[in-house]
């Protein structure tokens, strides 16, 4: 069964400390890794995608890695801001239009 | 840049209501377009995509549907809602590339009392 966990479930850190998300999943074919950040109430928001090749990718403080062989990949924040405050969701494509979500880590980041 | 636009934001309604919620992708032509459905604590769930006009696909089977009347346009619609209908809706559009990624619009929290 195609699935994607993330852990923790939620997680409070105090501004400008760093962090780091986990994602673990059981999916195949396996396409490519997304990580999205999403604000309450609104729609997710691309950070990283990453493919079976790519092992690390950077968007600002923002450091995702990808191990295919363990199937784990986790999002590293650095420095955090009071506007990471989010929902977290890992994302893998198991090929064209279908997309296995985890049910995200909640980040409050703390003054 | 391409861009999806949702309304209403949020929406209140009877149980055995009718709803239709509205998506609408600029930016692009002939895109594909999924409505997925985001339960409190749950992960999202795709309900519908469509690749084209007149052409959706149902992932799920239940109290909506879904209709594509123009290329841009991407409808989710009920005749009567049920209270397990409450949820935050989303419409996603698929960006054409090497990762094929999707980008989302800014979602309609529905809620049947």
Not at chain 1, 26 to 41: A, E, H, I
Not at chain 2, 90 to 104: D, H, M, P
Request: with cysteine; aromatic share 10%; glycine share 8%.
């Amino acid at each position: 069964k195609n699935q994607v966990e993330q852990s923790p479930q939620s997680l409070i850190i105090l501004e400008g400390k760093n962090c780091t998300l986990q994602c673990n999943y059981t999916v195949s074919p396996f396409s490519n890794l997304r990580w999205y950040k999403q604000d309450t109430g609104r729609g997710p928001v691309s950070l990283t995608i990453m493919t079976f090749s790519e092992n690390t990718k950077s968007n600002g403080r923002y450091t995702a890695t990808l191990d295919a062989d363990t199937k784990q990949s986790s999002l590293h924040i650095t420095a955090s801001q009071l506007s990471d405050s989010a929902s977290y969701i890992c994302v893998v494509s198991a090929g064209f239009q279908k997309l296995v979500f985890g049910t995200g880590t909640r980040l409050l980041v703390s003054p | 840049s391409q861009t999806i636009h949702q309304w209403p934001a949020t929406l209140v309604q009877p149980v055995g209501s009718p709803l239709s919620l509205e998506c609408t992708v600029e930016g692009t032509s002939n895109p594909n377009l999924y409505w997925y459905r985001q339960a409190a604590g749950r992960g999202l769930q795709l309900l519908f995509y469509s690749v084209g006009i007149g052409q959706i696909s149902s992932e799920v089977p239940q109290n909506l549907s879904a209709s594509r009347p123009q290329d841009r346009q991407f409808i989710l619609s009920s005749k009567k809602l049920l209270l397990s209908d409450s949820g935050f809706y989303l419409c996603a559009g698929l960006r054409q590339g090497s990762y094929n990624e999707q980008f989302f619009g800014p979602g309609t929290r529905l809620t049947v009392l």
